[in-house]
């Protein structure tokens, strides 16, 4: 097999990005998260601007990972959205805004500082599209390349921020009618931490965040798969919904 290129990479996964599609690459994988990272760097250089990132942990105890949010694939709230390939994967998350842009010098913020680079909480759903098929889809240097399957992002009403405990949140979800709020529990505790980790992160490597930028950190209720037509609603009573109108 040919040495890993991250050039040729980023070209296959920014194709299928472009054309909704998956397949099969050949190319040599990625052999650790700083050739993830590079391939993700060089699709955004095809896809344009990120609208933020977002970042997860593959175990507690583990680092942080992240991808950037394609501003291209941002929608409305309330906008349509065509399934994939016959299938919409959705999560309900809270996203966290920056009020300010977040230079290269913020490398070292402690967890205090991060916090006061916050001005919003932002209702969101986000939205999976993978562009890899197996083996590549369940490795996890392959996926975190592939911009760790995001295919889309919406984004409600912002609310202000107030150091809120987001670890532990109210959320109700609808499809073609709400269900009753329920208490639904962060999937890495406080998301605070993983914000500060992106700060610092892309701060150090990635060229800084900008004012605006929307961090998202995991989904209250797992991935919601939807196989037909409807209006999907995540609604968090305290913060604000966010809404598709998946066709």
């Not at 309900?92 to 913020?106: H, T």
């Not at 760790?148 to 919406?154: F, S």
Request: charged content about 25%; aromatic content about 6%.
């Amino acid at each position: 097999m040919n040495a890993f290129s991250a050039e040729a990479a980023a070209a296959f996964l920014a194709e299928h990005f472009d054309r909704r599609t998956k397949g099969a690459s050949l190319l040599a994988a990625p052999a650790t998260r700083a050739d993830s990272y590079r391939v993700q760097d060089l699709m955004m250089a095809t896809l344009g601007r990120a609208c933020g990132w977002k970042v997860g942990l593959a175990k507690p105890d583990a680092e942080p990972y992240c991808a950037p949010l394609p501003a291209s694939r941002r929608l409305e709230n309330g906008e349509v959205y065509k399934r994939y390939e016959g299938v919409a994967r959705l999560e309900a998350e809270l996203g966290l805004r920056l009020g300010r842009d977040v230079p290269a010098e913020a490398a070292d913020l402690g967890r205090a500082e991060c916090a006061e680079l916050i001005d919003a909480v932002v209702p969101t759903i986000e939205i999976l599209e993978s562009r890899l098929v197996e083996p590549q889809a369940g490795d996890a240097l392959w996926k975190l390349a592939d911009l760790q399957a995001n295919g889309g992002v919406i984004l409600g009403e912002p609310a202000p921020w107030r150091k809120q405990d987001l670890g532990r949140v109210s959320l109700a979800i609808g499809a073609d009618g709400l269900q009753h709020p329920t208490d639904a529990a962060h999937p890495f505790g406080d998301p605070l931490d993983l914000v500060c980790w992106v700060v610092r992160h892309v701060s150090r490597h990635r060229g800084g965040l900008r004012r605006g930028d929307v961090v998202i950190t995991g989904s209250y209720c797992g991935i919601i798969t939807l196989e037909s037509p409807q209006h999907f609603t995540a609604t968090f009573p305290e913060y604000g919904a966010a809404s598709v109108n998946v066709v």
